[in-house]
């Protein structure tokens, strides 16, 4: 399966702990995203990258939360002393280097569920 | 700011019954508009794109929409739909050079066989 995956599916952790999640975009695709999504709501930005640099944090991504993407490949995304609101699908999604219009057409990876107890 | 409404949460129609699906987003500039669809278990697929031209785009599975620039709408249509088309369908716009996605909360459409 060439497409993006995402790892651990599903994360179930106490409040207070962190936990920290891991994307592997699809092979050559420079820029990768982070998105949220709560339940009745669509997937909400939260930080995107081009090649190792992280270029873009949206508001929602507080100082409980930091994303790598050491190498221009995979990257993970952190959040330290979780909270029951933290509680959400992750999702990553990742774009084509071509065109400029590619860099808008973002493939999805099957998400983490994270449940903060 | 950039937002997408959409109208309806939840829609239920019978198989054969057409589809329309709105979507009005709020933007200034130039926009790329997309639909992604997302299967009960599965992860969100990109259905259809606009980037320019024809305003009228044709996506997989027999669906389409028309961006209509004066109305700020995407909807997204289809003549007739099959049970298989039962899932949550989520309008999308981006603009500027970030190309992050602002999504619409999504519409669950269910259809009855």
């Known amino acids: 399966d060439t497409g993006v995956s995402q790892n651990p599916r599903h994360k179930i952790t106490k409040r207070g702990q962190n936990v920290t999640f891991r994307c592997d975009p699809i092979?050559?695709?420079?820029?990768l995203y982070w998105y949220r999504q709560t339940l009745g709501q669509g997937p909400e930005f939260l930080t995107y990258f081009q090649n190792e640099a992280q270029l873009e944090k949206s508001r929602l991504l507080s100082d409980r939360f930091s994303a790598e993407r050491p190498k221009g490949s995979f990257s993970t995304l952190e959040i330290q002393r979780t909270e029951q609101g933290d509680s959400a699908m992750y999702l990553c999604?990742?774009?084509?280097?071509?065109?400029?219009?590619?860099?808008?057409?973002?493939?999805f990876g099957p998400g983490t569920r994270l449940t903060v107890l | 700011a950039q937002s997408v409404s959409q109208h309806n949460h939840h829609v239920i129609l019978s198989e054969a019954a057409s589809l329309e699906l709105g979507c009005n987003y709020s933007?200034?500039?130039?926009?790329?508009l997309f639909w992604y669809v997302q299967y009960p278990g599965q992860h969100l697929q990109l259905l259809l794109k606009y980037f320019s031209g024809d305003p009228l785009v044709k996506g997989i599975k027999g669906f389409e929409a028309e961006f209509i620039k004066s109305k700020f709408s995407f909807n997204l249509r289809k003549p007739s739909v099959q049970w298989s088309d039962t899932a949550e369908y989520f309008c999308a716009v981006t603009g500027g050079s970030q190309g992050n996605l602002i999504f619409g909360k999504g519409t669950k459409l269910s259809v009855k066989p």
């Open positions: 999604a990742s774009s084509h280097p071509g065109m400029l219009s590619s860099y808008n057409e973002q493939f």
């Open positions: 933007y200034g500039g130039t926009v790329n």
């Open positions: 092979s050559e695709h420079n820029r």
